[in-house]
């Protein structure tokens, strides 16, 4: 049999025989490190989320398999993810009490709508809706997110008892009782988060947090901390699921609909941001929409086990990469491992104290603060800053769907804002050649010169319902100063809809009944070019008057 080139795309990953051998170590090494990385972190995310320990094993067996079948990233891994967790954790806490039979019949539910939608998002190649949050509003999102996860697990560190409701209420119940915090429970807690990240410092692909949560485990069997009032995980059931559809009370659909939609969305940007992250191959585009259907899978597959929605996990995903792995049999090692640990090794993890796995969540909340992101936004843009602190501050006082759901609509209105502002520019020629470049917006002279009686202006942007009316407003303006010629420059008018031409169309005829030609030049895009023929804005610029460039134009109508 033809051995395949291990730098492709294999999606023969059940037949080992058709990997390079050299591919199947690096890919058995990589899903051994991706275990041990997983471990702990699926735990910590199911305690987040208001579930048992193995139910987070069992969403990330499903997410991994799932995709292994359906998706195309031979890195992503997809399992229990943080960032989604206290969302849907916290929308669904209003509906039923955390942890209870009601409330995880919910959570898979509406992992089953998630699984849904994201199959749909892969039909109707809806890959651009990764691209409706900014950079800011993203990272207000995750810093607003990594709040919730700090405050949620700063009871367990201390050695609290969880407190349910809002984040200021929980705060202010933690002030109240700081004098009954656990000093063996603080230890415990800190050691787990200073072992990470000093392990995170060595290497990233040291085991570190395995390390801290084995390092606790022990300490607590050791010194009987138990008996101080340390918490620990208890019996973990080793039993797996059998398939079955969840039940949930009609009442509570229309919330739950809502909620995926919010959680789609997310688990669809983070998901696209993934595999652009890590592509198959260098300058190839990732099939998002095909990862899409992948993850959508896993939700599923969760739905249908008793587990919650899954996610893309860039960290997990970069460990995959930085370890070697070649294809999606890195992430099968890892789910094997993790099933043979539920079935022979779930009584070590009893005496896992909730004050290490909250260390856990404490280290993941810190990754997803991106502060150095916030710096440089603010050392280049105070405005976009701004929209990164209302995002955090939103998803932080509000409401966690709440919250998500304002950041997607600011993200909206950040980019219609930008559409709005754009305005027609004046073009000037340079001297001793046949190049028209924008004149100065600082009301200086502009380095060029103007043809008597010329016009030369552009729209930079797409011609929308959004800006028309300030293009059409600008226009008029333009005309008072009453040109023979005016050539509108439209390279960056890549797209013009019905609205738009409209206004274009009685843009011209204005020209007209002011006395000056109107021409186009430089309508470069195919779209722009279809719409005007099919808008009839061609019918109204008439014969003659669309050229390649301005200077052509010029030559052809300007006034001698």
């Known amino acids: 049999m033809s051995q395949q080139n291990p730098s492709r795309p294999n999606r023969a990953w059940l037949f080992f025989p058709s990997l390079p051998q050299a591919a199947l170590r690096y890919d058995i090494a990589a899903g051994l490190t991706l275990a041990a990385i997983a471990i702990p972190e ?22 991994s398999l799932a995709f292994a079948a359906f998706g195309s990233s031979r890195f992503l891994s997809s399992g229990a993810d943080s960032t989604i967790a206290p969302i849907f954790a916290g929308a669904l806490a209003l509906l039923a009490t955390r942890g209870s039979p009601q409330f995880m019949a919910l959570a898979s539910f509406l992992a089953l709508l998630v699984g849904g939608i994201l199959a749909l998002g892969f039909l109707l190649r809806a890959g651009w809706v990764a691209d409706l949050l900014s950079v800011p509003v ?124 919010i959680i789609s969305v997310v688990i669809m940007v983070q998901t696209a941001a993934t595999s652009r992250s890590f592509p198959n191959e260098e300058g190839r585009a990732p099939d998002v ?43 099968i090692v890892a789910a094997l491992v993790i099933a043979a640990l539920l079935l022979f090794g779930a009584s070590l993890l009893e005496h896992v104290p909730n004050a290490a796995l909250a260390g856990v969540l404490m280290f993941i909340a810190a990754r997803i603060f991106r502060l150095h992101v916030m710096r440089d936004i603010y050392s280049k843009t105070h405005g976009e800053f701004a929209l990164v602190a209302l ?44 190049v028209w470049w924008p004149c100065t917006s600082s009301g200086a002279e502009p380095y060029g010169e103007r043809l008597e009686g010329v016009l030369v202006t552009a729209f930079q942007a797409p011609l929308s319902f959004l800006n028309a009316y300030g293009f059409q407003n600008d226009l008029r303006k333009a005309i008072e100063e009453k040109p023979k010629l005016v050539v509108l420059e439209a390279s960056n008018i890549v797209e013009i809809d019905y609205t738009a031409a409209r206004i274009l169309s009685q843009a011209i005829e204005d020209c007209r009944a002011a006395g000056a030609d109107f021409a186009v030049a430089r309508l470069e895009s195919v779209r722009a070019q279809e719409a005007f023929a099919r808008y009839g804005v061609m019918r109204t610029l008439g014969e003659g008057r669309l050229f390649r460039s301005v200077d052509e134009a010029t030559k052809a109508l300007a006034p001698k």
Not at 47 to 52: D, E, K, N, T
């Open 42 to 63: 699926q735990m910590a995310t199911a305690r987040l989320a208001g579930f048992p320990p193995q139910i987070g094993f069992f969403a990330f067996l499903a997410g």
């Open 289 to 331: 929409d095909r990862d899409y259907l992948g993850v959508g899978a896993g939700c599923l597959l969760a739905g249908l086990v008793g587990a919650f929605a899954v996610d893309a996990s860039p960290p997990r995903t970069a460990i995959v990469s930085a370890t070697g792995g070649r294809s999606q049999l890195s992430s």
């Open 391 to 434: 995002t955090m501050a939103a998803v932080v006082a509000l409401p966690v769907q709440t919250g998500v759901s304002l950041s997607i609509l600011a993200s909206l209105l950040h980019g219609v804002w930008t559409t709005t502002r754009s305005r027609l520019i004046t073009f000037a020629r340079l001297p001793g050649s046949s």
């Open 138 to 261: 993203t990272t207000g999102f995750l810093a607003g997110i990594s709040i919730h996860i700090f405050i949620s697990q700063l009871p367990a560190l201390i050695g609290l008892p969880s407190v349910e409701g809002s984040e200021f209420y929980r705060v202010a119940e933690m002030a109240k009782h700081w004098r009954e915090a656990n000093p063996a429970a603080i230890a415990i807690g800190l050691g787990a988060l200073a072992t990470i990240i000093i392990g995170e410092k060595i290497s990233p692909k040291l085991p570190a947090a395995l390390i801290a949560l084995a390092g606790a485990a022990f300490a607590v069997r050791y010194f009987h901390l138990e008996e101080s009032g340390v918490a620990v995980l208890g019996k973990v059931s080793a039993e797996f699921p059998h398939p079955r559809f969840p039940e949930i009370a009609p009442a509570d659909l229309p919330h739950i609909v809502g909620l995926a939609i």
